[in-house]
C-alpha cells in the first residue's frame, strides 16, 4: 500500500523542483547557523546563491564521518539544544560515537518516513508487529516502532535476542509482521526448529529486513524457511535511521528512496566523481528537510547501484540496488558496527600486546561470531595461564563496553599471525554472503 500518495508518485519533474527549493534553502540555513559548513564551502569557494540549479550540487564538497567525529557530539547540530528532543548514536571509527539529534519535526519527519516503509511491506492497522530492532542509541527500534504506530499497526517493542520469548509472543500475540536484522529472522528460526514452532500456529506474513548487508540467496531461504514475505529496508543514523530506503512487497526489486526528503548521488568512491544512474558506486546523500542535523553529500561508504525506471508499485521515487559493499572497512557483527581501528585503539593500550591482530568474523548457526587473534608484544612470555585469561577478559569487556559488540580473544605469541607485505591483513570474514 501506497502510504503517501501525493509524495510517493509524484511526477520526476514536480519532485525535481521541490528538491531544487529544499536545496536552497538547506544551502542558505547550514550556511548561517552550521560553522563547519561555512568553512567548508569557503573553502570550496562556493555561496549559497551559487546553487541555481541540482547540477550545482555537486559544487558543494562532501561531509564524512570523521567530520562528525571532529566535531563530537553537538557540533554540526544546526538548531539550539533546546530544540533537539531526540538524541541517537551509532559506532564510529574510534570509541567515540557518531551523534545524530532530532527536533520534533524530524521524528514526525522520521515516523513519516517510516510508515512509507512499513506500509511498503503491507503492514497498515490490523497488523500485530513484533519489533525485534534493538531500542536505545540504535536508531532500529524506535524508528520502526513510530513509523508502524503511524500506520495504525500493533506494535510489539520487544526489542532484539531472547529468541524463545520471541517465539512465544509471535504465537500467542499472533504477530503478523516482525522487523529485525535478516541473520537474526535466521538464528531465531533454527531456535523455532529446536522449540518445534508449529507454522500453522503462527500469523506471521512479511519481516522487514535490514541494517546490515544480505543477498537475494538470503532473502530466498528466509522466505522459504518461514513462509514469509521478506523486504529489505535501508538507511543509516547519520541520515535519520532507518527510512532512507523501502522495498515494495510487490516487486522486491530494488528500495525506493524518498526523494522528497534526500538527494541521492553514486560517486566514484576514489575520485568523487558523480557517476550516470545505473553505474555502481558509493551512496551520497544530502538531507533536504532535515533540521537538528542537515547533512550535505554525506559519502554514506555503502556500494551499489541506482535504478531508475518507473516501478510498476507506482512510486516515482528512485531505487537503490542491494548493497553490495563498502568502500570503507567498516564491517557489521551481529548488527553492530564495527571498525577494526576501533579494536587496535583497545589494544594498543596494553603493555604486554603488540599492534599485530587478526579478526576472524564466521557466521555460526546463523549468527556472527567475532574471534580477535592478538599477538604478546616482543619480548613478554605468559607462562601463567591465569594472567593470559585475564588479559583477555579484559579486552572482551573492553571491546564491549566500547564497540557493543561480544568477541572472544585469544592472545597468541609472538610473530605467530602471518606478516603482510603490503596492507597488513587484519580481517579475516568467513561469513558467505
Ligand atoms: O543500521 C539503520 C537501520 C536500522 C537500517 C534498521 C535498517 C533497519 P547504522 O547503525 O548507522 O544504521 O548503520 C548504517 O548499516 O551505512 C549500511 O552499511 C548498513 N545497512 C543498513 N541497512 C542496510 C541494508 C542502521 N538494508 C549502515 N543492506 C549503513 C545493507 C545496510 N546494509
Not at 540555513?29 to 559548513?37: E, G, I, Q, T
Not at 559506532?91 to 532530532?102: A, E, I, M, Q, R
Not at 508449529?198 to 522459504?224: C, S
Not at 599477538?375 to 585469561?389: C, K, N, V
Given at each position: ?25 538547506l544551502v542558505e540555513n547550514v550556511y548561517h547557523r552550521v560553522p563547519f559548513y561555512r568553512d567548508a564551502f569557503d573553502k570550496a569557494?562556493v555561496?549559497p ?11 558543494l564538497p562532501f561531509t564524512y564521518k570523521q567530520d562528525m567525529r571532529d566535531n563530537y557530539p553537538f557540533g554540526m547540530f544546526a538548531v539550539p539544544q533546546e530544540q533537539v528532543v531526540r538524541i541517537h548514536a551509532s559506532s564510529g571509527t574510534t570509541g567515540k560515537p557518531t551523534v545524530v539529534g532530532y527536533t520534533?519535526?524530524d521524528?514526525?519527519?522520521w ?26 542509541l540504535f536508531t ?95 538507511g543509516l543514523s547519520e541520515i535519520i535511521g ?20 534526500f ?9 568523487g ?11 551520497v546523500f544530502t538531507t533536504i528537510t532535515k533540521e537538528a542535523i542537515p547533512l550535505i553529500r554525506y559519502r554514506t561508504r ?26 570503507d572497512?567498516m ?6 558496527n564495527?571498525f577494526?581501528s576501533q579494536?587496535?585503539a ?56 566500547m564497540i ?30
Amino acid at each position: 500500500m501506497i502510504w503517501n500518495q501525493q509524495y510517493e508518485t509524484m511526477p520526476r519533474d514536480e519532485l525535481r523542483k521541490l528538491q531544487l527549493l529544499r536545496l536552497k534553502q538547506l544551502v542558505e540555513n547550514v550556511y548561517h547557523r552550521v560553522p563547519f559548513y561555512r568553512d567548508a564551502f569557503d573553502k570550496a569557494g562556493v555561496k549559497p546563491e551559487d546553487i541555481k540549479s541540482l547540477d550545482d550540487l555537486k559544487r558543494l564538497p562532501f561531509t564524512y564521518k570523521q567530520d562528525m567525529r571532529d566535531n563530537y557530539p553537538f557540533g554540526m547540530f544546526a538548531v539550539p539544544q533546546e530544540q533537539v528532543v531526540r538524541i541517537h548514536a551509532s559506532s564510529g571509527t574510534t570509541g567515540k560515537p557518531t551523534v545524530v539529534g532530532y527536533t520534533a519535526r524530524d521524528i514526525d519527519t522520521w515516523a513519516e518516513l517510516m510508515a512509507r516503509t512499513v506500509s511498503a511491506a503491507g503492514v497498515g492497522r490490523g497488523d500485530i508487529l513484533q519489533n525485534a530492532y534493538g531500542y536505545g542509541l540504535f536508531t532500529g527500534g524506535l524508528g520502526a516502532h513510530y513509523g508502524a504506530e503511524k500506520v495504525g499497526a500493533s506494535v510489539i517493542p520487544i526489542s532484539g535476542g531472547n529468541s524463545k520469548k520471541q517465539l512465544m509472543l509471535l504465537k500467542d500475540f499472533g504477530s503478523t509482521a516482525i522487523s529485525c536484522t535478516p541473520s537474526y529472522a535466521l538464528s531465531l528460526y533454527e531456535t523455532a526448529v529446536e522449540e518445534g514452532v508449529k507454522r500453522e500456529d503462527l500469523k506471521l506474513k512479511v519481516g522487514i529486513f535490514g541494517a546490515e548487508p544480505w543477498t537475494e540467496a538470503m532473502r530466498q531461504e528466509i522466505e522459504a524457511k518461514w513462509q514469509i514475505d521478506a523486504v529489505d529496508i535501508y538507511g543509516l543514523s547519520e541520515i535519520i535511521g532507518p527510512g532512507v530506503g523501502y522495498e515494495c512487497i510487490e516487486e522486491k526489486r530494488g528500495m525506493h528512496i524518498s526523494e522528497d526528503h534526500f538527494i541521492v548521488e553514486t560517486i566514484n568512491p576514489d575520485t568523487g566523481e558523480v557517476l550516470p544512474a545505473g553505474e555502481e558506486g558509493e551512496l551520497v546523500f544530502t538531507t533536504i528537510t532535515k533540521e537538528a542535523i542537515p547533512l550535505i553529500r554525506y559519502r554514506t561508504r555503502d556500494i551499489t547501484r541506482l535504478i531508475t525506471d518507473p516501478c510498476r508499485c507506482g512510486r516515482s521515487f528512485v531505487r537503490m540496488n542491494k548493497v553490495t559493499g563498502r568502500s570503507d572497512d567498516m564491517l557489521i557483527i551481529r548488527g553492530v558496527n564495527v571498525f577494526p581501528s576501533q579494536v587496535e585503539a583497545i589494544i594498543v593500550t596494553k603493555a604486554e600486546l603488540s599492534p599485530h591482530y587478526l579478526l576472524i568474523i564466521d557466521r555460526v548457526d546463523n549468527l556472527d561470531t567475532l574471534e580477535i587473534q592478538i599477538e604478546l608484544a616482543e619480548g613478554i612470555f605468559m607462562d601463567r595461564i591465569s594472567r593470559l585469561q585475564e588479559l583477555s577478559r579484559s579486552v572482551e569487556k573492553e571491546i564491549k563496553d566500547m564497540i557493543g559488540v561480544t568477541c572472544k580473544v585469544r592472545i597468541v605469541e609472538h610473530k605467530t599471525i602471518a606478516r603482510s607485505e603490503g596492507k597488513a591483513q587484519r580481517v579475516l570474514d568467513r561469513r558467505k554472503l
